[in-house]
């Protein structure tokens, strides 16, 4: 079936650790995206890529990095990871052109607690 | 920068019957989409409708359908027949129209909808 997929489901990790979330999608979307959803404040923007081989900063980019070596693959890394980046990280794509262009399509989500 | 604004952070509705979600925006844009999206307790976010500031037209799907008022920049979700499986958190989204660069999603709040039996 078609779509994104993330992983791991949800992972606890302790505070200064490192940590890479990974994403996969099957869709050829151009676009790739990484939100975190925290409680009372939607989803916030992380970093997201039009193409592979370029990312860009969202909303609230501090603390995690991204790369995009291919079409398919978006992973987030957190490099020292620390107790506010607790929460639910989700992954999206679209694609630039189409019937639907611009639509956000996401994956399952991963569950991240930093003690 | 662009805002979204729901001010109802919980609803309930009776099985069968008809409920409405609001959701205001604020944006100097004259080109957008407008997104509603559902996230149940699976946790999964599903694209419910989507509307172009550009249409007139109100979008509809199935049961869903949006009042769009590009002047008011109200963008309200309307679900008729509400079904048990349409208890969720509703999210509405703002994204500028884009064109060759990427689009970014501004969420609001969320709204929880809850369909009783």
Redesign the interface.
């Known amino acids: 079936i078609a779509g994104i997929t993330q992983a791991p489901t949800s992972q606890i990790l302790a505070a200064g650790r490192r940590m890479t979330l990974r994403c996969t999608q099957d869709m050829r979307h151009n676009?790739m995206?990484w939100?975190r959803q925290d409680l009372?404040?939607?989803?916030?923007?992380i970093h997201?890529?039009?193409t592979a081989g370029t990312t860009?900063k969202?909303?609230v980019p501090d603390g995690y990095s991204v790369s995009r070596a291919n079409t398919d693959d978006f992973p987030l890394t957190l490099a020292s990871a620390v107790p506010s980046q607790t929460s639910?990280y989700?992954c999206?794509s679209?694609q630039?052109a189409g019937p639907?262009p611009?639509?956000?399509?996401?994956g399952?989500?991963t569950?991240l607690t930093v003690l | 920068a662009q805002t979204v604004t729901q001010s109802q952070p919980e609803m309930s509705v009776q099985e069968a019957e008809t409920v409405t979600l609001s959701c205001t925006y604020d944006t100097s844009e004259n080109n957008y989409y407008l997104f509603w999206y559902k996230q149940p307790p699976s946790r999964q976010m599903i694209l419910v409708i989507r509307q172009e500031a550009y249409k007139q037209q109100n979008a509809t799907e199935n049961r869903f359908s949006v009042n769009f008022q590009k002047a008011a920049k109200s963008f309200s979700l309307k679900i008729s027949d509400s079904q048990l499986g349409d208890t969720a958190m509703y999210f509405c989204a703002f994204m500028k129209h884009a064109g060759t660069s990427y689009g970014k999603l501004t969420f609001g709040q969320g709204t929880i909808l809850t369909v009783h039996p």
């Not at chain 1, 611009?102 to 996401?106: A, K």
Request: charged letters at 15%; zero cysteines.
């Open positions: 676009a995206y939100y009372g404040l939607g989803l916030r923007l997201y890529s039009n860009g969202g909303e639910v989700f999206a679209s630039l639907a611009d639509t956000q399509y996401f399952p989500g569950r």
